[in-house]
Structures are given as structure tokens and as C-alpha cells.
Nanobody, 121 residues
Framework: QVQLVESGGGLVQPGGTLRLSCVASGNIFSPYTMGWYRQAPGKQRELVADITRDGITNYADSVKGRFTISRGDAKNTVYLQMNSLKSEDTAAYYC???????????????WGQGTQVTVSS
């Protein structure tokens, strides 16, 4: 089994910063693209940012220039640095990983439990 555990969420004022972390553990043969999604109440889950094993990044237009995604050296850790936070960034943030658990197995999507980010004065 594979587990993804997020940390770093919380309450922050508009204009503030937060850093989310996600660690993938368990039966991991090779992690591929990892990313962050978010879901606000009454809305669909949406991609915030993702990053390939080679470090190629992709961002939602709404967070470009404010958020930065990165990976640890071991490739099973992903971070999201969030600056200049706005009230519309309020959501549950979920870590996602495309992971292969054996040399012959298919890549599968795995999800964390989510961490709440609330931007409010």
C-alpha cells in the first residue's frame, strides 16, 4: 500500500504565506508526477500545480506567480509554497501522486487525506 500524508495547512490572513508538504510512503517502486489539487465547498476539485520527476512544473492560471511547487531529492516528497494568499485560495488541499509499486505494475493515482487552508482576516 501507498500512503500520502499532507501537512502545513492552517489559517492565514490575506497576503500571508503557507508551505504545504506531502510525503509518500509505503510500497513505492517509482514515483512519477506529483501534484496538489484543491476543493472549495460546493466546487469541483481542481489542479493547483504539478511537477514531473524531471522537475517540469505546471500551474493553474489562478496561482501563477504566487505559488511554487517543488520536490525533494528522494522524489517522494512534494512541497507547495503559497505566497500572497487570497480568500479565494481557501479550500481543502490534496496531494496526488502517480506511483508505480512494482517494476511490472501500472502507474496508479494515489491521494492524501487533505489539509485545510483558510485565508481570512
Amino acid at each position: 500500500q501507498v500512503q500520502l500524508v499532507e501537512s502545513g495547512g492552517g489559517l492565514v490572513q490575506p497576503g500571508g504565506t503557507l508551505r504545504l508538504s506531502c510525503v509518500a510512503s509505503g510500497n513505492i517502486f517509482s514515483p512519477y508526477t506529483m501534484g496538489w489539487y484543491r476543493q472549495a465547498p460546493g466546487k469541483q476539485r481542481e489542479l493547483v500545480a504539478d511537477i514531473t520527476r524531471d522537475g517540469i512544473t505546471n500551474y493553474a492560471d489562478s496561482v501563477k506567480g504566487r505559488f511554487t511547487i517543488s520536490r525533494g531529492d528522494a522524489k517522494n516528497t512534494v512541497y507547495l509554497q503559497m505566497n500572497s494568499l487570497k480568500s479565494e485560495d481557501t479550500a481543502a488541499y490534496y496531494c496526488n501522486g502517480l506511483i508505480r509499486t512494482s517494476p511490472w505494475g501500472a502507474r496508479r493515482d494515489y491521494w492524501g487525506q487533505g489539509t485545510q487552508v483558510t485565508v481570512s482576516s
